[in-house]
């Protein structure tokens, strides 16, 4: 027994140990990782050769200046390739992209493409690489019977609200940029930029908030955005820091009207 001991705390047994642990982490983020790749290649299969051609096409005339030919990127633009259809679809679907002018964050314009010019070159972008794929319709349906608002408000306020306001009526960021608000944007759109994280927006991937979870937070704010400003004037819903100002110059503008009005009378 003795020497079964010596032998287990033997100083090449921990590292033994540890190069095991390595090889059973690797093994298994490789798997998952093809696993994935396999997922969204298969997603990315239900786009024509000439989808993809077009695409191609529509992305040298109006996109390779800054993302490069290939969509390998440049000093002016990141690359594209395993960014997914996703992303391509809110970025130019939204007016974002694109460009009008380099600055701080893309701002949302008018769609320079038609519906089916964006799924063209979505369609390119993702047969270049693995990446996020456009929703299915089931996890954009806010009357789907599954729905749960309540769980959809606390995801938003625990993730979200803090760049995006309580109220999803936006907010200002660092160095120039901003959130946007929400209201009015498309039940695909936010799906799409809680998957690909445009920006300053971080991912919300399938493990962090799965595709339900989205459904949720989308059907929240469709319901706060329909039920507009109950109470009057929202004051860009900021809450007690936008009412007190107001009531504070409001306040003091009276004061000094008052005061004028005596001192006239009085003379």
Known sequence: MKALSQ??????????????????????????????QAQAATTGSTYSA???????????????????????????????????????????????MPMQMQGPQAQPKPNQFSDEQTMQLAAYVS???????????????????????????????????????????????????????????TEKHIYEAMATGPQNMPVFSDANLKP?????IIAFLKQIESQ???????????GPVSEGLLVWTGGLAVLVGFMVWLTSRSS
């Open 212 to 216: 339900e979870d989205k459904r949720d």
């Open 127 to 185: 047969s270049l690489g693995a990446g996020p794929a456009l929703p299915e319709d089931e996890y954009l349906d806010t009357d789907h019977e599954d729905v749960d608002l309540g769980n959809g408000g606390t995801l938003f306020r625990v993730n979200c609200a803090m760049c995006h306001n309580a109220a999803a009526a936006g907010g200002a960021l660092t160095r120039g940029k901003s959130a946007p608000t929400l209201a009015g944007v």
């Open 7 to 36: 032998k287990r705390r033997h100083p090449i047994a921990g590292l033994a140990l540890l190069l095991l642990g390595l090889l059973i982490t690797g093994g298994l983020y490789s798997v998952a990782s093809t696993m994935n």
């Open 50 to 96: 000439e989808d993809i051609t077009e695409g191609e096409k529509l992305f040298n005339a109006n996109c390779a200046t800054c993302h490069g030919m290939d969509a390998v990127g440049t000093e002016d633009g990141p690359t594209l390739i395993g960014v997914g259809a996703a992303s391509v679809d809110f970025q130019v679907g939204t007016g974002r």
């Open 228 to 238: 507009g400003s109950p109470g009057g004037a929202s004051l860009g819903s900021l």
